[in-house]
């Protein structure tokens, strides 16, 4: 009788350890496994949690990106978003394109990461540096495996005087 009572809760123990396990990989298991999705969202639904795209730092590539001057006839032409590097609240001030264009190397969704860009001078010394939530301006909240994404940005920059020769990218999950 009691062998019986120890085989059930052995049972009770290696299910309580499946559940537990199937709440603290359910983001890799909905990834990896999409035709798994729809008990783990019975499953979250019953314990309260959600399921989120994987945050994969190695997984989106910076394919291109390029910084440029914007001409005072191209600025006033153009219709693309506007991001203010500083407190950029004229639009005398100096313009710049930034073009960057993003792609999921992996097999699976992963989520969009945010962008820093960090404005160089001659000896590669970061002079400005601006932190971009791609999400703000049109990106989806994930990339499907191979996705590409692309956006071309105004930046201002509040204080002319400012000189940069170069720039650096950075893809991040806060």
Avoid at 14 to 24: E, I, Y
Avoid at 26 to 35: E, I, R, V
Avoid at 130 to 150: Q, R, Y
Avoid at 165 to 173: I, K, S
């Amino acid at each position: 009788m009691a062998h019986k009572g120890l085989i059930a809760w052995a049972i009770l123990g290696l299910l309580g350890l499946t559940f537990q396990a199937a709440l603290f990989f359910k983001d890799n298991l909905a990834a990896h496994h999409p035709q798994w999705r729809a008990e783990l969202e019975t499953l979250c639904k019953w314990a309260g949690c959600q399921i989120e795209a994987l945050q994969v730092a190695d997984a989106v590539l910076i394919d291109h990106a390029a910084v440029d001057f914007i001409t005072e006839q191209e600025a006033v032409a153009s219709t693309i978003n506007t991001v203010d590097v500083l407190d950029a609240s004229q639009m005398a001030l100096s313009q710049w394109r930034f073009q960057i264009t993003l792609r999921n190397s992996e097999r699976i969704s992963v989520a969009m990461p945010w962008i820093e860009l960090t404005l160089t001078d001659l000896q590669d010394q970061p002079v400005m540096r601006k932190v971009l939530n791609p999400v703000d301006f049109g990106a989806p909240k994930v990339l499907k495996a191979g996705e590409i994404w692309s956006q071309d940005l105004r930046l201002r920059l509040a204080n002319e005087q400012i000189g940069f020769l170069g720039y650096r990218l950075l893809t991040f999950y806060p």
